[in-house]
T-cell receptor
Framework: RKEVEQDPGPFNVPEGATVAFNCTYSNSASQSFFWYRQDCRKEPKLLMSVYSSGNEDGRFTAQLNRASQYISLLIRDSKLSDSATYLCVVNIYSSASKIIFGSGTRLSIRP | SQTIHQWPATLVQPVGSPLSLECTVEGTSNPNLYWYRQAAGRGLQLLFYSVGIGQISSEVPQNLSASRPQDRQFILSSKKLLLSDSGFYLC??????????????FGNGTRLTVT
């Protein structure tokens, strides 16, 4: 079983729609969680950290469910510029930070 | 502020040739350092990570190796490249190991094509 699993998509939604991505992780010792965004042929960039109480940054909301080992990302009022691949990231912290990426979910926003 | 430099941006190498990719970080001390590889259309695969000079953890068996000769320098090497080594190689850093909420910050990556 992969350590971090995501639906690869692609998700193709109209501009203005709300879209949600899910991610599951297998290691219950995982300590911290992030969502990254990657544009085609570019390096990943941090979108937001994910906190236990849930957190929001503008149109983006992240949730963490430790009991179910599940992370989500909600994008409201999607823009054309939101088209990218969204990567779920888990830090399996023990004696060192081992940071594992999901394979990513592709999102395409159409006009 | 912290910056990360990775070079070269692109590289074309024949099968069987050696490889050396270098990454340096500025503006922070004792960072965690990482090498990832992304094959075309695939996710990021963790290759190596390091919490200090000379301390390297390897995630997958392969013909690649990593070294950390200085605190803020991380090198990825191969003695003989394979076709399957083609991909997008990304170096990244995070705050030291006791800062587990620290996200990763990536270099611009090296696109390697093995011919």
């Amino acid at each position: 079983r992969k350590e971090v699993e995501q639906d690869p998509g692609p998700f193709n939604v109209p501009e203005g729609a709300t879209v949600a991505f899910n991610c599951t992780y297998s290691n219950s010792a995982s300590q911290s969680f992030f969502w990254y965004r990657q544009d085609c042929r570019k390096e990943p960039k941090l979108l937001m950290s994910v906190y236990s109480s849930g957190n929001e940054d503008g149109r983006f909301t992240a949730q963490l469910n430790r009991a179910s080992q599940y992370i989500s990302l909600l994008i409201r009022d999607s823009k054309l510029s939101d088209s990218a691949t969204y990567l779920c990231v888990v830090n399996i912290y023990s004696s060192a930070s081992k940071i594992i990426f999901g394979s990513g979910t592709r999102l395409s926003i159409r006009p | 502020s912290q910056t990360i430099h990775q070079w070269p941006a692109t590289l074309v190498q024949p099968v069987g040739s050696p490889l050396s990719l270098e990454c340096t970080v500025e503006g922070t001390s004792n960072p965690n350092l990482y090498w990832y590889r992304q094959a075309a259309g695939r996710g990021l695969q963790l290759l190596f990570y390091s919490v200090g000079i000379g301390q390297i953890s390897s995630e997958v068996p392969q013909n690649l190796s990593a070294s950390r000769p200085q605190d803020r320098q991380f090198i990825l090497s191969s003695k003989k490249l394979l076709l399957s080594d083609s991909g997008f190689y990304l170096c990244a850093w995070s705050l030291p190991h006791n800062s587990y909420n620290s996200p990763l910050h990536f270099g611009n990556g090296t696109r390697l094509t093995v011919t």
